[in-house]
């Protein structure tokens, strides 16, 4: 891997690195404390607890007004070139991704809510869209400048494996806006020059799935979890069970209990492996509680398993060893 | 009692499989508008396992 030679330098310069770290950050300090975004912070806390977009009114004027988003964002990034003059390895202190034909700054985050920079480059070529997704958020995006050709995807109707989906074309240009829900989503299609979004979304509460569709026939594609914490503990199950920690079983049953159905068979699954008896014991249960949306699953399982080690019966007999 | 030990890639999935959250499918992989976080856990065998 080659490491620049400044990079090298600063990478044993605590000082210096301090010293870039801290420019940047006052940069954005002294941002949040200008005219236009004072109070943004609260109302976007306030936002993503589920209050109405027009109960924020420093959020309404922001995302309906093009010269005032405008104007509050390039104080904003006037202020990180700025300081980037003084500090050219300073480090812009946003969650930000970075891939070929378009970036994003995510300003501010509170809870499920964000307001982010979105950015689309019209000269990276781009491959036709093949796949649209839908996510448990809303919000909408206004753009701050350029324009671009949209797809404006609109989920009709949605079984198990498709969807029924009905687009139509939009253009879109600096100053006006895309609102999206669950159940409406876009795709730029094609990007004049540059396409700069002021992006306010949030999360649902307990986010569902986000769904990937084909666009030619609405075939589901993928499906993943709109939960970040739920795939956190997820992968923490994983560890576990890869780790073998037998100790964990008694808190891998009680997880089966709670949250999303995926997450709750992953967690049996993981007890099952780590703690036979444990495993099965929660295992039981689900498939006992004809109430239990995992209970057809958990009792086609429980018999598959008694078919194969016909000792398991006898589990439920005894007393839970937990 | 003697109980089996089970093999965890013998148990199935449900049959709608779920991902964890910013997986996507190889068609579908590409700039879009989800903004991906990246979870990275780092265990150490001293003090047990952490997360960043």
Known sequence: ?322 | MSLPAIDLASLPGLEAGTGLYGSQSAVACGMDDRLIIIMVYVYDANIGPSTH
């Open chain 1, 1 to 322: 891997m080659h490491v620049a030679a400044e990079l090298e330098t600063l990478r044993g310069n605590w000082p210096a690195q301090r010293r870039a770290d801290g420019r940047m950050e006052q940069a954005v300090r002294t941002w949040w404390a200008g005219s236009g975004v004072a109070g943004l912070k609260d109302e976007l806390a306030r936002y993503a607890e589920g209050r109405e977009l027009n109960e924020c009114p420093g959020l309404t004027r922001l995302t309906a007004d093009g010269d005032r988003a405008r104007s509050v964002c390039a104080a904003l990034i006037e202020a990180l070139c700025a300081a980037l003059r003084e500090e050219p390895l300073g480090q812009v202190p946003f969650r930000h991704q970075a891939s070929e034909g378009g970036a994003m700054l995510q300003i501010s985050q509170s809870g499920g809510a964000a307001l982010t920079l979105v950015a689309y480059d019209g000269l990276s070529p781009r491959a036709p869209a093949e796949a649209i997704a839908f996510s448990d958020s809303e919000g909408c995006e206004l753009v701050l400048a350029g324009a671009a050709e949209l797809r404006v995807a609109d989920l009709v109707a949605e079984t198990a494996r498709a969807a029924r989906i009905d687009y139509e074309p939009r253009h879109i240009a600096a100053g006006e806006r895309f609102d999206f829900t669950p159940h409406k989503a876009r795709i730029v299609e094609r990007v004049h020059g540059s396409l700069v979004l002021l992006r306010l979304a949030r999360t649902a509460k307990q986010p569902g799935p986000s769904r990937s569709f084909r666009m030619a026939d609405g075939a589901l594609l993928h499906r993943a979890s709109g939960d970040r914490g739920e795939s956190h503990r997820e992968l923490a199950m994983a560890l576990l069970g890869r780790m073998r920690r037998g100790d964990a079983a008694p808190l891998l049953a009680e997880l089966s209990r709670e949250g999303s159905e995926h997450f709750r068979w992953q967690a049996l699954r993981e007890c099952l492996a780590l703690d036979t008896a444990q495993g099965f014991a929660a295992l039981a249960r689900i498939a006992a509680d004809a109430t239990d949306p995992l209970g057809g699953p958990a009792a086609a399982l429980r018999a598959q398993l008694i078919a194969r080690y016909p000792q398991l019966e006898r589990i439920e007999a005894e007393p839970c060893p937990a």
